[in-house]
């Protein structure tokens, strides 16, 4: 039996019992239980006039629903990655023009590969991103999906990981005294786009642990 399947189970106790939600609510919470844990567990008993504790359908995963987050976060990795690199050829083509005709030619159709690649995979998980918002509205339960919450964790980390090396990068090349404007643009465009996915994410765990 899981930590939080031990919860229910004592708050279901404690409603047939007779006691009131506050009450329950502030003891786990003197116990050092999270708030979001709690939360969770009373709404695992529906607020109905009926004499012992009501329980509320179980929302689960399903193989559909972690096949849906899957492509979405494939399709959040794929758009930003090459939107950096369409930014990044845009840069090199008006800040730093190539003289090799064959360099050019190569650069283009890495630009339009990055622009189909936009085209595809941005409406994909602007679409994704809407349909599995309002699922969860409706079934807050699914908040606590493992494979939501270790891809948004992987997502985190890599924004992170992107952000650091990205500063890194400008501040090795501020101390050597080797900054060009191309670079520079360069790693703006990678903190313009990694920051908020960051700041988005970071946002949506905090906001989980405020209304679960």
Same mark, same amino acid.
């Not at 004592?10 to 844990?37: C, K, M, Y």
């Not at 009373?42 to 559909?64: G, I, K, N, T």
């Not at 190569?106 to 622009?115: A, P």
């Not at 699922?135 to 908040?143: A, E, G, S, T, V």
């Given at each position: ?14 409603? %047939? ?7 329950? %609510? ?27 504790? $009501?329980?509320?359908?179980? +929302? ?8 849906? !987050? ?27 023009? %190539?003289?090799?005709? %064959?360099? !050019? ?47 948004? !964790?992987?997502?985190?980390? @890599? +924004? ?29 465009? $990678?903190?313009? @786009? ?19």
């Amino acid at each position: 039996m899981s930590e939080q399947q031990e919860l229910e189970q004592f708050v279901g106790r404690a409603l %047939a019992q007779g006691q009131s939600r506050a009450d329950i %609510a502030a003891v786990l919470a003197e116990a050092g239980w999270p708030p979001e844990h709690v939360a969770v567990a009373m709404h695992r008993y529906a607020e109905v006039d009926f004499p012992l504790p $009501v329980p509320r359908p179980r +929302a689960q995963l399903s193989a559909r629903e972690a096949f849906l !987050y899957l492509v979405l976060f494939a399709t959040l990795y794929l758009w930003a990655y090459h939107l950096a690199d369409l930014l990044f050829e845009l840069i090199e083509q008006f800040i730093a023009p %190539a003289t090799d005709n %064959a360099l !050019y030619r190569r650069s283009s159709r890495d630009m339009t590969n990055s622009v189909a690649s936009i085209l595809i995979a941005l409406p994909v998980f602007i679409w994704l991103s809407h349909r599995l918002s309002a699922d969860l509205h409706r079934h807050p339960i699914k908040r606590l999906s493992p494979v939501r919450r270790w891809l948004t !964790y992987l997502t985190l980390f @890599i +924004a992170a990981m992107v952000v650091l090396a990205d500063l890194i990068i400008l501040i090795s090349r501020v101390l050597n005294g080797d900054m060009t404007t191309p670079l520079l643009l360069k790693c703006a465009v $990678v903190l313009a @786009i990694a920051g908020p996915i960051f700041g988005w994410y970071l946002w949506d765990l905090r906001h989980e642990e405020q209304e679960p």
